[in-house]
């Protein structure tokens, strides 16, 4: 296989007249992490048994996105989630763990809420299982006139790298507030 790779598995599907074309499936359990791989490739007559006009058609290639999904919680605990863009406390989101993603493989100095707002713990957040669902979660804090929360705004995103470089990034409703005192949403 060029470039290194490990074929996974073979299925014939026999023989091909010219113009023809025939759909399947195809499954396969590989013995590395398939995450290891940027490529998943497919490929017709291997070995290049038949003689053809274009023998540049027979692959195809895809991308793997091996990163986990992500889910967040803003204010844990909170059926709603309201935020006063002008205060000047925190905001708490909890980065939920799950079956597939482990909040430890999170490399926590990649953690951004907002555009720009950074966890306010100076050695990192805190892990704890928030929703009991028996996953540890990561529990984080940011400032939140950094968040970028504006008035009528009516959800806010988190974005996080693994240790591996996989990006995740997730988004929460919210429900902003005016400041005691003015009139608002």
Sequence with gaps: MAAGGTVVGISPIGVLNPGESRSGSFSSTPSQDPCGFAYLVLMVDWGGVVDESDETNNTRAASIDCCPEME???KPGS?????NPKSKGVIPVAILGSADLDVHDIDQSTIAFGPSAMDTHKQGGHFEDVNGDG???LVLHFPTQ???????DTEACLTADLNDGCSLSACDNIRTVPTPGMSGP
């Design 79 to 83: 059926d709603v989630n309201r935020i």
């Design 146 to 152: 950094e968040t970028g929360i504006q008035s009528g």
């Design 72 to 74: 967040i919680d803003i």
């Design 135 to 137: 996953y540890v979660d």
